[in-house]
């Protein structure tokens, strides 16, 4: 979901610290193209909260006490038209940031994250684009399969064996953690076509970011 109001990304704020939610407030606040629409100290309230700020993207904290913000990403994801989420935690390699990017979340932040880049972050999420880096894609992917989490699933082998050929390579790619670029140099494409084959694997395989395609890629066993 990308609506804006006079050109500005909506963001809510969702963290029971309520000095974590002024300093991301403070943060976005210096951007003319961001707005903070509302904050949230409990995922319990995110729901009700989105309902009435009606966010382009929610910055969701993982840990909260009451209902956290793996459990409020799910449910969020679910819907038709949610915003984006971006989760926050204090560790990068914290189990409940796979599990929110497999739920479908875009990405996630460390607490401690430069202001500058929270800012791109968000920026990027609103424009439908990607918020990790492939290089943290690869340090995620190298988490899942040190936690035992990555054995070959033969639904996951499945859907991506039933992509076009073309597809399949570029999904793969995905599955390595590499950039358009570095994927438009290896198979000898444009990155206007990779973007545009990366947009047919959403669709086909009913994904909300490229994360979640390099998830799916390992758990098949093929990256």
Known sequence: MT????????????????????????????ASDVAVVGEASDGRDVPDAVAACRPDVVLMDIRMPGVDGLTATEDLRRRRDSPEVIVLTTFDTDEYVLRALRAGASGFL???????????????????????????????????????????????????????????????????????????????????TVKAHVSRLLTKLELNNRVQIALLVHDAGLA
Request: net charge neutral; proline share 4%; charged share 25%.
């Open 3 to 30: 609506g804006t109001v006079g050109e500005q990304v909506r963001v809510l704020i969702v963290d029971d610290d309520a000095l974590v939610r002024a300093g991301l407030s403070m943060i976005l606040a210096g």
């Open 110 to 192: 460390l607490k401690d994250t430069p202001p500058v880049e929270i800012l791109q972050a968000v920026r990027r999420v609103a424009a439908g684009e990607a918020t990790l880096s492939p290089t943290v894609t690869r340090q995620l992917i190298a988490h899942v399969s040190a936690a035992g989490a990555a054995a070959p699933h033969n639904e996951a082998r499945r859907r991506v064996q039933a992509l076009a050929e073309r597809e399949r390579e570029v999904a793969v790619a995905l599955g390595q953690g590499k950039s358009n670029a570095e994927i438009s140099a290896d198979l000898h494409m444009s990155v206007a």
